[in-house]
């Protein structure tokens, strides 16, 4: 069974840094890209970035490039976010999700699992 | 960037009752579509993908079609289970995938 699970959320002030960490389990991790999305309280789904099963493929939305980073490690099937200066409108629950292939291009995978989130707040 | 718009934002409809969600994309996608449902407090669910691939174990009243730019959720005959907030996806753009605002369905 798929298992995903967040954690790393929680209060923090507007500029700081805060790193998420999703354990997965049930699956070949290192197969696998995966993805953070994020929803605002009340809001709908953003997609905030995206890792090949290697790692060596990152994706960004604009909203978070320059200031987020994603990452992995195989060894420990542990996917990471990395979130410096933070913002008010960073402020959601973060889901991991899985993806359906090694590496994703062209349309080529979609998520198919997803962990059931970690709030962040960002707030003085 | 490729954007989704979704419609309609909410829906009143009845158990039984045939309902239609459109997502319609600023560019072609390729079928390269994803619907997901979510109940409040709970992770996203995977519906279809393909535009109109059903996820296994996914309830055979749910259908997906469209091409180009334009495609649609179909629920057959609402259950009560069915009552939450679709999202379309599109994957076709692989350096910023985008969801549509979301659909909320609600119980008439």
């Known amino acids: 069974e798929v298992q995903l699970l967040e954690s790393g959320g929680g209060l923090v002030q507007p500029g700081g840094s805060l790193r998420l960490s999703c354990a997965a389990s049930?699956?070949?991790?290192?197969?696998?890209?995966m993805s953070w999305v994020r929803q605002a309280p009340g809001k709908g789904l953003e997609w905030v970035s995206a890792?090949?099963?290697?790692?060596?493929?990152?994706y960004y939305a604009d909203s978070v490039k320059g200031r987020f980073t994603i990452s992995r490690d195989n060894s420990k099937n542990t996917l990471y976010l990395q979130m410096n200066s933070l913002r008010a409108e960073d402020t959601a629950v973060y889901y991991c999700?899985?993806?359906?292939?090694?590496?994703?291009?062209?349309?080529?995978?979609?998520?198919?699992?997803w962990g059931q989130g970690t709030l962040v707040t960002v707030s003085s | 960037d490729i954007q989704m718009t979704q419609s309609p934002s909410s829906l009143s409809a009845s158990v039984g009752d045939r309902v239609t969600i459109t997502c319609r994309a600023s560019?072609?996608?390729?079928?390269?579509l994803a619907w997901y449902q979510q109940k409040p407090g709970k992770a996203p669910k995977l519906l279809l993908y393909?535009?109109?691939r059903l996820e296994s174990g996914v309830p055979s009243r749910f259908s997906g079609s469209g091409s180009g730019t334009d495609y649609t959720l179909t629920i057959s005959s609402l259950q009560p289970e069915d009552f939450a907030t679709y999202y379309c996806?599109?994957?076709?753009?692989?350096?910023?995938?985008?969801f549509g605002q979301g659909t909320k369905l609600e119980i008439k």
């Open positions: 049930g699956f070949t991790f290192s197969s696998y890209a």
């Open positions: 996806q599109q994957y076709y753009s692989t350096l910023m995938y985008t």
């Open positions: 890792i090949s099963g290697s790692g060596g493929s990152t």
């Open positions: 393909a535009a109109s």
């Open positions: 560019q072609g996608i390729s079928n390269s």
């Open positions: 999700a899985k993806d359906t292939a090694f590496y994703c291009s062209g349309g080529s995978c979609y998520s198919d699992y």
